[in-house]
């Protein structure tokens, strides 16, 4: 079995696509997809399908669209010879509480993003940058877009899937933080300005395109980030640039020689919008 959230939602087994076409069974499977091989409770599903207005019949409700996935899964496991002898009850296990969607691993493209952007953060820590960067990009490599694209999310989707955008996020600073200290400032300018464009408040991102520029003796076009990012975020969010960013402004603004890359992680910089 085969399963991607980092993108429009994908499940298969072998070559067979298991996806129901109705949005309530999705959800659900969505829901066991992003725990995969952890016990979702019941009344997890219960607050993600319905909110507040959970019915009467919500318990018959959901045994059916758990039923209507194991009877998508079935079939799949049949034609696979790797999983001919499974039931469609071992792949959606019901446990007491809840239900558990049964993966191996590491098939689950979060799971695997999550693990090489840890060992990538430890090796950044010990300033092994080319290692770091390598790992960084292995683990961006599996997003497809936004995580559970095609997903109507309720509230518990929606908070998983900001946790994973706010890592993939982290990610990328990291992985541009050590390209920078590499010297890589003339290889990213490009990947930084569209960011930028499509992150106009993210003030870490801007950091990281203004050092680049310097470094590469565009002065004048760093000074014109920092502008950009101040109009954006006084419209947008009514905030002034960090302290950060004022100093990194002032640095640009004086300093002769290439400015040295002490930008602190996006995490430090960024303001919630």
Not at 17 to 35: E, N
Not at 132 to 144: N, T, V
Not at 239 to 266: C, F, G, K, N, W
Request: hydrophobic letters at 45%; aromatic letters at 4%.
């Amino acid at each position: 079995m085969d399963v991607r959230v980092l993108g429009p939602l994908q499940v298969t087994i072998g070559q067979a696509a298991v996806m129901p076409s109705a949005a309530k069974p999705r959800k659900v499977l969505a829901m066991l997809a992003l725990h995969a091989n952890e016990m979702v409770p019941v009344p997890a599903l219960f607050e993600e399908l319905w909110g507040d207005a959970v019915p009467r019949k919500a318990s018959t409700t959901l045994q059916t669209y758990i039923l209507q996935l194991r009877n998508l899964i079935a079939p799949a496991l049949s034609r696979d010879p790797a999983t001919a002898g499974l039931d469609a009850k071992d792949v959606i296990a019901t446990q007491p509480g809840g239900y558990l969607l049964h993966v191996p691993q590491p098939a689950v493209d979060a799971g695997e993003f999550e693990r090489l952007a840890a060992v990538g953060h430890r090796a950044h820590e010990r300033g092994d940058f080319p290692r770091a960067a390598q790992l960084f990009r292995d683990a961006l490599a599996y997003w497809r877009g936004t995580a559970l694209a095609d997903i109507q999310l309720g509230a518990l989707l929606a908070v998983e899937c900001r946790r994973l955008e706010e890592t993939r996020i982290n990610t990328l600073d990291r992985r541009i933080d050590a390209d920078l200290r590499m010297g890589r400032h003339h290889e990213i300018i490009g990947e930084l300005t569209a960011l930028v464009a499509r992150n106009r408040t993210n003030e870490g991102l801007s950091a990281h395109l203004m050092v680049a520029l310097h470094r590469c003796g565009r002065r004048g076009d760093a000074i014109g980030v920092y502008r950009g990012l101040r109009a954006s975020l006084v419209a947008d969010l009514g905030l002034e640039p960090s302290p950060l960013l004022h100093r990194l402004h002032r640095h640009i603004l004086t300093a002769d020689a290439p400015l040295a890359y002490d930008v602190p992680p996006v995490r430090e910089l960024q303001r919630a919008s």
